[in-house]
């Protein structure tokens, strides 16, 4: 599976950015896909994750501002990023877990894109 990331540019806060993440390889495989962010000197925060039947999760920090979605054939993964803070800055990441892994908010995905980095300016 590969994934790549992109969208993601310089805004001021309260704006709104939209990322997507392209997604290519064994599709079929995945069952759960999410966005991760890292900013310098922070460690990397699980910011939304959607599973397989489309439940989606959210870390506090991003609840009721961001809206995680995908297309039906999971070829696209999406960021919905709305009232943007400043805390907001990271590099943005999207990964993916397959199939008969074992996952949860702590433990790694099994997939990992390249990331997009999202500035917001106060």
């Known amino acids: 599976v590969q994934l790549q990331a992109s969208g993601g540019g310089s805004v001021q806060a309260g704006g709104s950015l939209t990322l997507s993440c392209a997604v290519s390889?064994?599709?079929?495989?995945?069952?759960?896909m999410g966005w991760y962010r890292q900013d310098p000197g922070k460690g990397r925060e699980l910011v939304a994750f959607?599973?397989?039947?489309?439940?989606?999760n959210y870390g506090d920090s991003v609840k009721g501002r961001f809206t995680i979605s995908r297309d039906n054939a999971k070829t696209t993964l999406y960021l919905q990023m709305n009232s943007l803070k400043p805390e907001d800055t990271a590099v943005y990441y999207c990964?993916?877990?397959?199939?008969?892994?074992?996952?949860?908010?702590?433990?790694?995905?099994?997939?990992y894109g390249k990331g997009t980095q999202v500035t917001v300016s106060s």
């Open positions: 990964a993916a877990v397959k199939y008969g892994s074992t996952w949860y908010r702590t433990k790694d995905m099994d997939f």
């Open positions: 390889g064994s599709i079929s495989s995945i069952n759960i």
């Open positions: 959607i599973n397989n039947g489309g439940g989606t």
